[in-house]
């Protein structure tokens, strides 16, 4: 019975394997942190004042910088009296001389009388140093060069002093008589920087290597009843060669008429 009981018994049933854990759902994503709001825009900043302006000079500095702006055009000038090849530049050259000599001398009489000694000042020194630098670059510029680079320093020279007696020897000048010298002496610095200006664009304008006044030489004209030579004619297959025309053929010969006797 017992071994009966074994075999009919049903078999156990199969040990079944754990269900898998349902997959946990995703974690929500986090939120985003909201944008930081934008800073408000800065205030306009007030516009940039303009620059100070520059410091008031004395009159013995105003004389120092007249003094020294004569003096550097009288050097440069009689460098390019010497060593100009352009007859207009040595002529610009010859009026600077003058012109700043007559001035130099009245400036001389205006500093006696008012017992002014010249004084340096920052406006002195940079002038002086802008001119040692032209007249270093005049020195060292090759002869083909010098006239364009004497004119265009004088250019430069006469617009610097220009702006500096509008802007700081006239408004700072207390002295009555150096004013007055200031004062005539504006139009003839704007005259010379107008004269330089024209002279740098016809020496901009002229052919290299010209002699300035030199005229184009006339076209040779070949002397009367001068046979003119051949034209010469390219060989056949040369590129761009054009074909000789073919000779003119000569003209029929006019039967001989006989006469009737």
Excluded: W
């Amino acid at each position: 019975m017992e071994a009966q009981s074994a075999e009919t018994m049903p078999p156990e049933p199969a040990a079944m394997e754990p269900a898998p854990p349902p997959a946990s759902e995703p974690a929500p994503a986090p939120e985003a942190a909201p944008a930081p709001e934008p800073d408000p825009p800065a205030a306009a900043e007030p516009a940039a004042e303009s620059a100070a302006p520059p410091t008031p000079l004395s009159d013995e500095q105003i004389a120092a910088v007249s003094e020294a702006s004569n003096t550097a055009e009288i050097d440069l000038s009689k460098l390019a009296q010497t060593k100009a090849k352009d007859a207009r530049v040595k002529k610009f050259a010859a009026t600077m001389v003058q012109h700043h000599t007559d001035a130099k001398k009245k400036q001389t009489q205006v500093q006696t009388k008012a017992k002014l000694i010249p004084a340096e000042s920052p406006v002195t020194q940079k002038m002086k140093t802008d001119v040692d630098a032209g007249l270093s670059a005049l020195k060292a510029a090759a002869p083909a060069d010098f006239d364009k680079t004497y004119v265009e320093l004088q250019v430069k020279l006469h617009q610097d002093t220009l702006d500096t007696i509008d802007k700081q020897l006239l408004p700072s000048v207390k002295n009555a008589e150096l004013k007055t010298l200031l004062t005539d002496m504006r139009p003839v610095v704007e005259g010379h920087l107008t004269q330089a200006k024209e002279l740098q664009a016809a020496l901009a304008g002229a052919a290299p290597g010209a002699t300035a006044g030199a005229k184009a030489g006339p076209t040779p004209v070949a002397a009367p009843g001068a046979a003119a030579g051949p034209t010469a004619v390219a060989a056949p297959g040369t590129p761009g060669a054009i074909p000789a025309s073919a000779p003119a053929a000569a003209p029929a010969a006019t039967p001989a008429v006989t006469s009737k006797k």
